[in-house]
């Protein structure tokens, strides 16, 4: 395997281990961030 395929699966596995946000919770999050919620960025 290419070592540019074999980063690139390893990159997958990594974020499809973080749970996706809700739409309530990306519009809640984006809300924050045009408040100027720094944390909310991070």
Same mark, same amino acid.
């Given at each position: 395997?290419?070592?540019?395929?074999?980063?690139?699966?390893?990159?997958?596995? /990594?974020? *499809?281990?973080?749970?996706?946000? !809700?739409?309530?919770?990306?519009?809640?999050?984006?809300?924050?961030? /045009?408040? *100027?919620?720094?944390?909310?960025? !991070?």
């Amino acid at each position: 395997m290419e070592p540019s395929l074999d980063s690139l699966r390893l990159y997958l596995r /990594e974020i *499809g281990k973080v749970p996706l946000l !809700t739409a309530d919770q990306e519009v809640c999050l984006a809300k924050r961030v /045009e408040r *100027g919620d720094l944390a909310a960025k !991070t």
